[in-house]
């Protein structure tokens, strides 16, 4: 019940009526006008909401605080069997078997992004006004089969059929965010996703297939495209005729559910004033939730209160000032959109080859559907939580010399040296400020991980100089080096940088001196689950030698070249062929046959098996 003064129009007359000062539970109340004798209802309209609305293959959806805050959208679509192709299994957007394609208006005043998302990972109640497809949204044996799902079994790329509606769906996303993309995008972008039965030579063989062998045609591509947004257009005809940026609803919300209170704000003036009303309690800022996959003791439920911060417009600020060379970039922008801008930057010819080596790093940080939700703040977020946490991410706005905005004022700018050790407690992360490289800036990042894609760094570094090559390479400005694995404390090598600082690294012993400054800062500390502090210690001095090699180049001796190779960059796009012997007189006994099975496994994924 709630106590407010309200008043209603009669709808015939128009005289005005005082409502009751208690309204009913839903807020309405009935009444007879006394001008006219004509009965209305009233019904108060809050200033936020208390559920959230969505659809699912079309079909809309209304929950509130039925579900626990901490339900995932996978949980929900499988427990009200709204979708049972959509499976859970890791729990961590690794295996890729959750993978829903979802069209978001995130940004307020900004154009719908349609993307491949991890379901395992979304809160259920961040899902307000979206549009989710899942496999029994593209098609089935029951109506008619999509080209993804038709292709995929034609190519015998099913076995169980447990992953398939994962290999589906992120396809199916894929092509819609990316419509002029390339066989080596398709190959790439299915490092998120497991299969532990099939192989992955049909499984890529049939996604491949489905990218044409040439890049559409600009004119053909450009009359797809949105007139307001820039975007693929969104509408069944020819051309929206600039529709496509239709705006979301951003009422608040605010949710009560047993010990958690949600809310999403939308400004961040009612953000700092959620902040100020929770002080003391055990707060969970929310941008998108991904880092659940890594830190599991994040769960919502156990937080007295959630903010969702991702209906904040100043939030997605992506600008750079082209006089200064400044970029802005708001807290809720997300690694997908991290790399786009480094590949636009790395695309013009001013660059050296500085935003290309951030670009291949971010590509070996998480999948495809991790970073189009996962946030670069949210990754920040954790390494301040937990510094032994290998932030890639933290490595890059380190190298990038990124100044980060954590409040209302002036004095709430900090280096992400401070931020490291920054008390985070009622505050907000907001935005990263930095600038354009210098002409002589040379910039390398490496990763050491079990896999080459979608998995935690063992080792990681990222190194920028300055460097005068005309006078022996010299190290005209102080470096940075930044060095994740190690301990809580460590991730800047301020004694091998100001031992570098000046020198020359054309001289064996400017290299062999900074190796061994390294070796004696860092201090890595044993840890479960993490190889030896010896063996981690000896990986990252590796990756500076190697960071040397590549700024000397040519320089360096022919036999001491390849050690900068990676060869993840330069393996040509994978390809397979089978070939099995069949006498054609004995057919049908042995001849090839598509599994009867494998539209099912594709369409009616419900009947596959359940591990």
């Not at 078997?97 to 259920?124: D, E, F, Q, R, Y």
């Not at 439920?301 to 959630?306: E, I, L, P, Q």
């Not at 001013?350 to 970073?371: C, E, H, M, W």
């Amino acid at each position: 019940m709630e106590s407010k003064t309200q008043q209603a129009s009669c709808p015939v007359c128009k005289t005005t009526h005082v409502a009751p000062a208690v309204l009913r539970p839903d807020r309405t109340f009935e009444s007879t006008c006394v001008n006219c004798g004509h009965t209305f209802k009233f019904k108060s309209v809050a200033p936020f909401k208390s559920s959230v609305s969505f659809t699912v293959n079309g079909k809309p959806i209304t929950v509130g605080n039925e579900y626990s805050p901490s339900t995932t959208l996978a949980d929900y679509l499988r427990q009200s069997r709204v979708s049972m192709g959509t499976k859970v299994f890791c729990k961590q957007g690794g295996c890729g078997v959750c993978i829903v394609v979802a069209k978001m208006t995130l940004n307020p005043n900004g154009p719908s992004v349609t993307a491949n998302i991890n379901s395992c990972l979304c809160p259920l109640f961040m899902c307000d006004g979206w549009e989710i497809t899942t496999v029994e949204g593209l098609g089935s044996t029951k109506t008619t089969m999509n080209k993804v799902q038709s292709t995929l079994a034609d190519y015998g790329g099913t076995q169980c059929g447990y992953c398939s509606s994962g290999h589906v769906m992120n396809m199916y996303g894929l092509m819609q965010k990316y419509p002029n993309m390339t066989k080596k995008d398709a190959e790439d972008y299915f490092e998120g996703n497991i299969c532990r039965c099939t192989g992955y030579r049909p499984i890529l063989a049939a996604m491949k297939s489905l990218v044409p062998d040439s890049s559409p045609d600009i004119e053909d591509l450009s009359s797809r495209l949105c007139k307001t947004t820039g975007k693929r257009c969104t509408s069944s005809g020819r051309n929206c005729g600039g529709q496509c940026s239709s705006q979301n609803d951003t009422k608040s919300i605010r949710m009560v559910f047993g010990d958690t209170l949600w809310n999403k704000p939308t400004s961040m003036t009612d953000l700092y004033a959620m902040l100020a009303q929770t002080r003391g309690k055990k707060v969970r800022i929310l941008g998108s939730n991904t880092g659940t996959g890594y830190f599991p003791q994040e769960n919502i439920s156990d937080f007295d209160v959630a903010i969702d911060i991702s209906a904040i417009p100043e939030l997605y600020v992506n600008t750079k000032d082209a006089q200064t060379g400044t970029f802005t970039l708001g807290a809720c922008c997300s690694l997908a959109d991290l790399m786009e801008l480094f590949k636009t930057e790395a695309a013009k010819p001013t660059d050296n080859g500085n935003f290309g080596q951030l670009v291949k790093y971010l590509y070996r940080v998480a999948s495809s559907p991790i970073r189009n939700r996962g946030t670069w703040a949210g990754n920040l977020m954790m390494k301040n939580k937990y510094p032994s946490f290998p932030s890639d991410v933290f490595n890059i706005m380190t190298v990038l010399g990124a100044t980060l905005t954590i409040g209302q004022t002036a004095q709430d700018v900090v280096s992400c040296d401070d931020f490291f050790k920054t008390d985070m407690t009622g505050k907000c992360l907001s935005k990263a400020t930095f600038k354009e490289f210098g002409a002589n800036d040379i910039v390398a990042c490496f990763k050491v991980m079990p896999r080459s894609q979608n998995s935690l760094a063992l080792v990681n570094g990222a190194f920028r100089f300055s460097i005068d090559k005309i006078h022996g390479h010299m190290v005209t400005e102080k470096p940075i080096i930044s060095i994740g694995g190690m301990n809580d404390t460590f991730h800047r090598a301020t004694a091998t940088e100001n031992f570098l600082y000046g020198k020359q690294l054309s001289s064996p012993y400017a290299i062999s001196g900074a190796l061994s400054t390294l070796a004696q800062e860092l201090k890595p500390t044993s840890s479960i689950g993490l190889p030896s502090p010896a063996y981690r210690r000896n990986v990252a001095c590796a990756l500076l030698y190697k960071y040397f090699l590549y700024v000397m180049g040519d320089s360096a001796g022919f036999r001491f070249r390849s050690g900068f190779e990676v060869l993840h960059d330069t393996r040509p796009l994978s390809s397979g062929v089978q070939t099995y012997d069949t006498n054609k007189q004995e057919w049908p006994l042995n001849e090839p046959l598509k599994k009867l099975e494998a539209n099912v496994q594709v369409g009616n994924i419900a009947c596959t098996l359940i591990f």
